[in-house]
């Protein structure tokens, strides 16, 4: 199972950021002591996106990151409510799916169930 995905943010974006992962279920969660300083970490069901603080960060162009929404329909009216617009996808194994950027740039794919 995979644990965490660490993206590169800058400081002035982090509490944008966030606010964005709070919006797909995400809840903060206290980073190691050793790390408080330049991460910003938020979990859900023992999954973690950890907020590298970055003055440059790098963003992948095409690398995304995948959640699945408990509520697909649900979760894309509070992104459109909070000023993001997911861009809707092809379908693959059934699974509506959409991208959607957050406030840093990074890519992520929110879909209905994950693949078979």
Known sequence: MIHHVALE????????????YELLGFARVE???TLRDRTTWL???GRQVHLQHADDPVVPPRGHLAVVADDYE???AR?????F????????????????????????????????
Do not use: I, K, N
Request: charged share 30%.
């Open 9 to 20: 943010t800058r400081p002035a974006d982090v509490e944008a950021c966030a606010r964005f």
């Open 31 to 33: 980073a190691p002591p």
């Open 43 to 45: 979990e859900r069901d």
């Open 74 to 76: 649900a979760t894309l």
């Open 79 to 83: 992104l459109r409510a909070a000023g």
């Open 85 to 116: 617009e997911p861009e809707a996808r092809q379908e693959h194994w059934g699974s509506p799916r959409s991208y959607v950027r957050d406030p840093a740039g990074h890519v992520v794919e929110v879909m209905a169930f994950p693949p078979p």
